[in-house]
């Protein structure tokens, strides 16, 4: 091979491998590409021992026992999937019911802005977004009902990517982001005049701790509105397949255990609210929630072969293999529950603190 080939053909090979991990494997939204693939908070050398902690901790979510410690898992576990997260899905980290010609991103922000129109707020007031990841929906929101968004979560890591797409996309002055546990909030008391949680709470090992302080920090006569993931009248825990998808689900997404979709307004009366409405936003005519997960079936292989490619070249923490590896065993977990009705990851319940509340 004469020397012009030889330079053409690694021309060719490094432009294909360009493509393959760069132009083929960005982020669902720009900001995040595989070559930044990070651990979080979490240096890269210890990225695959977290793993492994995360992973014997959560195995056995039903077996949890030290409440205490979720909390900490649970950063533990958003440091190693949050720049997965953004580079595969985007900034909402949350499923949506698809809707047919909308893209997307569109049946996102749509559902995003339903649970804001729910709890009926005014430009200029105050709420509350209870678990807000780097902050997709809380921006969708801001920008639709022109209110202030504090948003809480316990992974610094994600603080920081919320704060820098907040000034990116000019609404910081809108939006503000604190670090901290929802079970324990730094806010006052009657503080604020609204408030939702769309797939968080589920994180809580007991919901009515966590319902207990949005109770606290919420202006009495406010609402407050939740996406709640749980198990459906549809799953039967003498089924072993249902066991399986259940288990699946709770040990690839670190929750300490999903509830039924009774509980909710159990806990939600106990802690004094008043239950406004609930409905699952899943069922029928609700077109599924899963089939974007499962349109990305190849998308996933893709992703994996870029992960392992630069893993090995050290690009990638060593452990980014393994937590894309449980990804891919959760989202056919997620499509299975879907698919089977045994699970929702969209129980909406709409409360409001009573006025006479002391
Ligand atoms: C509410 C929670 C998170 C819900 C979803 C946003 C995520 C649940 C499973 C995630 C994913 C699964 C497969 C990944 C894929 C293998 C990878 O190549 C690209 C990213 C995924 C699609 C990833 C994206 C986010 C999820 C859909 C929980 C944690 C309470
Ligand atoms: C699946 S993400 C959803 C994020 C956001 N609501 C969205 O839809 O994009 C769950 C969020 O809950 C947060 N979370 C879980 N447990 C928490 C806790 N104890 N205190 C504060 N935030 C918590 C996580 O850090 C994460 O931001």
């Known amino acids: ?38 651990g979080g908070s979490i240096s890269a050398e210890k990225v695959l021992d977290n793993y492994n902690n995360y992973w014997s901790f959560f195995r056995r979510p039903k077996e949890i026992e030290t409440a205490e410690k979720v909390p900490d898992f649970v950063d533990t576990f958003y440091n190693l999937v949050t720049d997965i997260y953004e580079w595969g899905w985007g900034q909402s980290f949350h499923f949506s019911p698809s809707i047919p010609g909308k893209s997307h ?12 129109d729910l709890i009926e707020v005014k ?3 105050k709420i509350l977004d209870v678990g807000c990841g780097v902050g997709g929906p809380m921006r969708a929101i801001a920008a639709h009902s022109r209110a202030n968004v504090v948003g809480i979560t316990i992974n610094e890591y994600q603080v920081n990517r919320a704060k820098l797409h907040n000034k990116k ?12 546990n929802f079970l324990k909030m730094p806010f006052s008391d009657n503080s604020f005049d609204g408030a939702y949680s769309i797939e968080a709470t589920c994180h809580a090992p007991k919901l009515e701790e966590v319902y207990a302080e949005i109770f ?36 690839g997404d670190a929750l300490p255990g999903l509830r039924s979709y009774a509980d909710i307004t159990k806990t939600a009366n106990k802690v004094g609210f008043e239950v406004v409405k609930e409905k699952d936003l899943a069922e029928p005519p609700a077109q ?5 997960l499962k349109m990305g079936r190849v998308a996933y292989w893709r992703n994996h072969i870029v992960v392992t490619i630069l893993a090995a070249l050290g690009i990638a923490p060593k452990g980014t293999v393994d937590v894309h590896e ?26 409001r603190k009573p006025n006479s509340s002391s």
């Open 169 to 180: 996309s000019g609404l910081d002055s809108l939006c503000e982001v604190v670090c901290g």
């Open 288 to 292: 599924p929630w899963w089939s974007r």
């Open 326 to 351: 449980m990804l891919f065993h959760t989202a056919d977990h997620l499509t299975r529950g879907g698919e089977s009705g045994i699970f929702s990851p969209m129980h909406m319940i709409l409360c």
């Open 105 to 116: 991103r569109d049946a996102t922000r749509l559902h995003e802005e339903m649970a804001v």
């Open 1 to 38: 091979m004469d020397s012009l080939s030889l330079f053409c053909t690694a021309a060719l090979l490094a432009g294909g491998l360009y493509w393959f991990i760069c132009i083929l494997g960005p982020a669902e939204q720009k900001g995040k590409r595989a070559t930044d693939l990070s």
């Open 216 to 251: 606290r920090v919420l202006k009495p006569g406010s609402l407050y509105v939740s996406y709640e993931w749980v198990t459906t009248d549809k799953y039967n825990s003498e089924n072993d397949e249902h066991v399986e998808v259940i288990q699946g689900i709770e040990r």
């Open 123 to 125: 430009p200029g007031q």
